[in-house]
């Protein structure tokens, strides 16, 4: 197990590369050759096992996504809170920093684009036995295409994976690759639908249904609706004629249970490395909106998302200075506002300054016990059991900044028998879309009514967690139940109402916050500002709304980025850059069909043909 300061150099190697050496967008044009002798379902578990998520550079930029949306904020009195941010004066700025380019192309889109070779290459009649492994595979290489083109607006997809026909592939674009992707959708839905006999089961060979193909029916409907609510404010015809094909050709079959959310089991030993991989426990607090819009709510889901601070008797830490504190510990710990047990830390720059308390500064207090120092975290983490074993705490004695952060009721699970799953596409995200078009259309949609698709989503976002988090031992999980909450906070007929339960949701899925606040514009920003009268705004005012915090750095407001960097680095052969002229035209012809992208591929404040919020 690598030592915490090989892993700090590597974060600090990371965020370095992030900004000067972007993934190359060029020299990926992989041909799939022929595998003899290889069967098509060993091939296909072979290149999805731990997908996305196999490498910790995969896990570690989701945050970028968590930190756009306030879920978590840099740690420290005096962090770079503005390093995510773009400076709107400047024709250049930060993105996620994500692989989606190159874990498309020379890892998810290659394979499977292989495994449909060799389906193909197969004799007619034992094709046809992998007809519905061939449709899975045209299943995940359109979601990861129709992913990688939706943060980058351009990518190579007619011509790829063909060096001899298109050596130098062109790129296609966002606005006419949907139609495509929805096309090859489509026919992938009719095979699984109506499959021909004989069929090769998948059952553990696919680590996302285990072979149950009418889950894979439901998702690809599902997926369809999502990428043509997408582009509904270019397109809304489109998302009409997807939503009437998917009623009248599928009987409205879409995902309906949270065992049918869309998502990768990883194998058992997915991310046993803490020491690598905790990232989220050691340098991020939970996000103060964030938390302020459960603790206002009075949403049972805080227990399962955010981590208690230590300011109660189930810290050690706590229970030490309450004993033996000085006079000034004892006042401290006496006074009403610092027996919470949920804090989360302002996002926007200038919050780190006195006026803003100890929500503007580092999670940590310190207070005298006798002739020594303890510190207590007054400042919440956020729940990081869903995307690292045991939320990155490990048994390494040499971490004391993560061992002293442990509670009395916290168990920490042999990581060999935690099975960890990453979520794209959840039966509550789907309720929430389908509430959000039923409300838009004044009807319904798929046969219910915006306030039924709301209640049911509500319904699973909270039975998601719960599972969940008692699957990977967050603390009394099991116990905790909605309760009364769809009874306080009842749809109110608002598209507000819906976002905001899809932001609380999206937490597992941050990338899907990011995207809605782009499509959407919520949740909105607002000001906070120190000793004005209206401190703290509409954040956690107990509405039912929720807020993002506007990203004040004392002079103007920060902007999140809205797309990927497009970078042209590397991809040589014999010192020539490969595609630079494809390339190039990619970005003029995106500047050409909407001025909104920006001044250069660098111009990440810019935005690609869809995100017209």
């Known amino acids: 197990m690598k030592k915490l300061n090989i892993y700090i150099i590597g974060l600090l190697t990371l965020s370095v590369l992030a900004q000067s050496c972007k993934k190359d967008f060029i020299g990926v044009n992989t041909n799939p050759n022929k595998l003899d002798n290889v069967q098509p379902q060993f091939l296909f578990s072979g290149a999805t096992v731990d997908l996305d998520d196999a490498s910790r550079s995969q896990v570690i930029a989701r945050y970028s996504f968590m930190n756009f949306m306030q879920y978590i904020v840099p740690d ?48 007619a009649a034992q094709a046809s036995t992998y007809a519905e492994l061939r449709a899975i595979c045209v299943i995940l290489n359109t979601y990861h295409a129709w992913r990688t083109v939706d943060i980058f607006g351009a990518m190579p997809y007619n011509q790829a994976f063909n060096p001899t026909g298109f050596p130098l592939p062109e790129y296609d674009y966002d606005y006419t690759l949907y139609k495509a992707f929805d096309s090859q959708l489509k026919q992938a839905a009719a095979v699984l639908q109506n499959p021909p006999a004989g069929q090769v089961a998948l059952g553990n060979q696919d680590f996302f249904y285990g072979g149950d193909i009418p889950s894979w029916l439901a998702f690809v409907n599902t997926l369809r609706i999502k990428i043509a609510l997408r582009y509904e404010k270019r397109d809304p015809a489109n998302l009409t004629s997807v939503l009437a094909d998917i009623q009248s050709n599928f009987k409205g079959n879409v995902i309906s249970s949270n065992a049918q959310s869309f998502g990768v089991n990883h194998s058992q030993t997915y991310n046993d490395d ?110 990081g059991r869903y995307y690292v074993k045991n939320g990155g705490f490990t048994n390494n004695a040499s971490v004391s900044s993560v061992l ?54 509500v319904q699973a976002s909270f039975a998601q967690y719960a599972a969940a988090g008692a699957m990977v031992g967050v603390p009394n999980a099991s116990s905790i139940t909605i309760g009364d909450y769809l009874s306080r906070y009842p749809y109110d007929g608002t598209l507000q109402r819906i976002y905001s ?36 705004g509409n954040i956690g005012d107990g509405s039912g709304i929720a807020y993002l915090e506007n990203l004040w750095n004392g002079t103007e407001n920060l902007v999140i980025p809205r797309r990927m960097g497009f970078n042209l680095s590397g991809g040589t052969v014999a010192g020539s850059t490969i595609n630079s002229a494809n390339f190039f035209k990619a970005i003029t012809t995106m500047q050409s069909k909407d001025a909104s992208y920006g001044a250069s591929g660098l111009d990440t404040k810019g935005r690609i043909w869809w995100d017209q919020q």
Not at 93 to 119: E, F, Q, R
Not at 408 to 427: A, C, G, H, V
Request: include cysteine; hydrophobic fraction near 35%.
């Open 76 to 123: 420290g009195t005096n962090a770079n809170l503005s390093v995510k941010y773009c400076d709107p004066t400047l024709a250049t700025g930060p993105d996620a920093g994500v692989n989606y380019y190159s874990d498309y192309y020379t890892g998810i889109g290659k394979s499977m684009n292989l495994v449909i070779s060799n389906i193909d290459a197969l004799p």
């Open 274 to 383: 803490t020491d690598d991989m905790d990232a989220i426990l050691d340098n991020y607090d939970a996000g103060y909106a964030f938390v302020e819009f459960l603790k206002s709510t009075n949403d049972p889901r805080i227990a399962l998302m955010v981590r208690q601070n230590d300011m109660g008797t189930n810290s050690v830490a706590y229970n030490t200075v309450l004993a033996g504190g000085d006079a000034t510990a004892q006042a401290f710990l006496a006074q009403p506002a610092n027996k919470v047990r949920y804090y989360g830390k302002h996002a926007f720059p200038a919050s780190q300054d006195a006026s803003y308390g100890l929500t503007g500064s580092g999670r940590y207090v310190t207070f005298n016990v006798g002739t020594a120092t303890t510190q207590l975290d007054y400042l919440s983490v956020i729940q």
């Open 404 to 457: 002293s952060m442990e509670h009395t009721d916290e168990t920490f699970p042999d990581p060999s028998t935690i099975k960890m799953r990453s979520l794209w596409l959840t039966y509550g995200e789907t309720c929430f879309m389908m509430a959000e078009i039923a409300q838009t259309s004044g009807g319904s949609a798929l046969g219910q009514t915006a306030t039924q698709w709301y209640n049911a989503g």
């Open 501 to 536: 339960q899809e932001w609380v949701h999206f937490l597992v899925q941050p990338e899907d916050a990011y995207a809605m606040w782009k499509r959407t514009g919520y949740p909105q920003f607002v000001n906070y500002r120190a000793g004005q009268p209206t401190t703290p």
